[in-house]
């Protein structure tokens, strides 16, 4: 059978155009998945039904890909988590649900991405959300299949009381509302988790879209590579159960994510011609930019002993800090989360969790392949704190955050002794950087591989629309399209640019 679309990568992209895509009976839909399907909400294991109160935390530890990286010289081995199941990260992670700014949009535009302002996307975020909060305020949305809520300050823990109003004696203004465009300041993080359930992509998008006929999901399907004819997608080369198959379709789709889309591009020879030589991948279409400009938001963790025993009846980041570094020109860009983490989900026991992060960072890495063998997962460097604009941030955020703790008086309650963090090194900007280095941690936010751009830009791999440069019916409907990350948590951006694209792709 020949599928008018078929759509790699069950995640939160794809799901989401599969239902959009799918609401004409008349087109033929196939979605393939690497990891398994859990099809209805009671099937789904705890962890990844469950956005708290298991022993995986906040983020699903099950259904992971596995991937590792190289975070700077100083760390390697970093863990990415990534969910392996249809609802792909959407179905693990930690469920914090921030938008991007106007500003990170004004940056997209500005690159050549002339439909990516923030008015133009500003549709698309309200259209796939039903905010409890806010959604009949200017700015929101309530119809979407995207539940969020916040905690009200009165339901904070203790130690997210405790933060509050450390940041608010801080001089940090107050934010109900953190995905209300021009605001800053410390309040309620917007979560989807409605009920203890994680409002992933499968549970919503594709829960209303499967029982449709023209829909076929195949899960436990990894997909080898795209089947090119010419400079035409023709279909793609999948191994599931240990057999190779191959399927046709008219549009080929890629959301397979950050790290999955730039690999499933490169072993199908659409990559730097000179390194898909070196891991003797036949080239099909020199494309420069693929694996190139990888972006994430760096981070590391402070950690602390706690003086009272949290619960895991709640979600841990109840109440955010995001504001301007000294100095910086970016707005909003840097954000702290904080949590108090119950022994149940830990290895150390109950302590207080910190992690001061770079919102958007000005350095970028890179993703290459380690072999012609898609079971090989690639090369991830994050190249972390290389630029001195970073570091230079990232020590200002480290110095703040352990003042608020160890001297406001709201947390001489809360946390002892210290557990993770870079004792005397603090005050020596050298030092510092070097602990940076040697503790730098991965956001979560992986993005930019493959990014959106004109043609005359030498790394850009699709246009605004995600139609691959230089190769006919083939398209990139991800995280990796970003042409730079976004201040904030990614998934909601994600699934704002899957609703923008599948109404391109079906004429609305």
């Not at 995207?146 to 450390?166: F, L, N, S, T």
């Not at 999948?238 to 950050?258: N, R």
């Not at 025993?309 to 840097?334: E, I, K, V």
Request: overall charge negative; glycine content about 10%.
């Amino acid at each position: 059978m020949k599928y008018d679309t078929l759509i790699v990568g069950s995640g939160s992209a794809g799901n989401i155009l599969a239902a959009r895509l799918s609401e004409d009976s008349s087109r033929q839909l196939l979605l393939l998945e690497a990891g398994p399907d859990y099809p209805t909400i009671d099937a789904l294991p705890a962890d990844v039904r469950l956005g708290y109160g298991t022993t995986s935390g906040i983020i699903a530890k099950s259904h992971d890909w596995g991937y590792t990286g190289l975070a700077s010289p100083l760390r390697d081995g970093l863990p990415v988590p990534r969910g392996r199941i249809v609802g792909g990260s959407s179905a693990v992670n930690a469920q914090i649900f921030l938008r991007g700014i106007p500003e990170d949009f004004a940056a997209w535009a500005d690159m050549g991405n002339h439909e990516w302002s923030f008015d133009q996307v500003l549709p698309y975020y309200c259209k796939l959300e039903n905010d409890h909060d806010y959604g009949s305020a200017d700015f929101h949305g309530s119809d979407g299949p995207i539940g969020i809520r916040r905690y009200r300050e009165k339901e904070w823990g203790p130690d997210q009381q405790a933060w509050g109003e450390a940041c608010r004696q801080a001089g940090f203004p107050e934010c109900p509302d953190a995905n209300l465009p021009g605001s800053t300041g410390f309040g309620p993080f917007p979560l989807n988790n409605i009920a203890g359930v994680r409002q992933s992509t499968a549970v919503t998008y594709l829960a209303q879209a499967r029982k449709r006929p023209n829909l076929h999901i195949f899960a436990n399907c990894t997909t080898r590579r795209v089947l090119l004819e010419g400079e035409k997608a023709i279909g793609v080369e999948v191994e599931c159960g240990g057999q190779i198959e191959e399927y046709l379709a008219d549009e080929i789709v890629l959301c397979a994510g950050s790290i999955g889309t730039p690999q499933i591009m490169m072993l199908s020879g659409i990559g730097p011609e000179q390194h898909l030589r070196e891991v003797g991948v036949e080239v099909s279409h020199n494309l420069p930019g693929v694996g190139r400009n990888l972006r994430d938001h760096p981070t590391l963790n402070l950690l602390w002993e706690l003086r009272f025993s949290p619960t895991n009846r709640f979600h841990w980041h109840q109440a955010c800090l995001r504001y301007t570094a000294d100095g910086s020109h970016l707005t909003n860009d840097m954000i702290v989360y904080i949590a108090a983490v119950p022994d149940q989900a830990s290895d150390i026991g109950d302590h207080l969790f910190v992690r001061p992060t770079v919102n958007l960072a000005v350095g970028e890495g890179e993703l290459r392949l380690a072999s012609d063998n898609i079971k090989d997962q690639p090369l991830l460097d994050y190249r972390y704190y290389e630029e001195t604009f970073d570091r230079e941030r990232q020590r200002e955020s480290i110095r703040l955050c352990t003042e608020l703790i160890e001297e406001h008086p709201a947390f001489r309650g809360i946390c002892g002794r210290v557990l993770e963090g870079p004792g005397d090194d603090l005050h020596d900007d050298d030092a510092l950087d070097r602990w940076m280095l040697g503790n730098a941690d991965t956001g979560h936010h992986t993005s930019s591989t493959c990014k959106m751009g004109l043609s005359s830009d030498p790394l850009a791999v699709a246009d605004q629309w995600g139609r691959v440069h230089g190769i006919d019916r083939l398209r990139i409907v991800d995280a990796s399209l970003m042409p730079d990350s976004v201040r904030a948590n990614i998934n909601a951006t994600i699934m704002m640019m899957a609703e923008k694209i599948a109404a391109k792709m079906t004429g609305g």
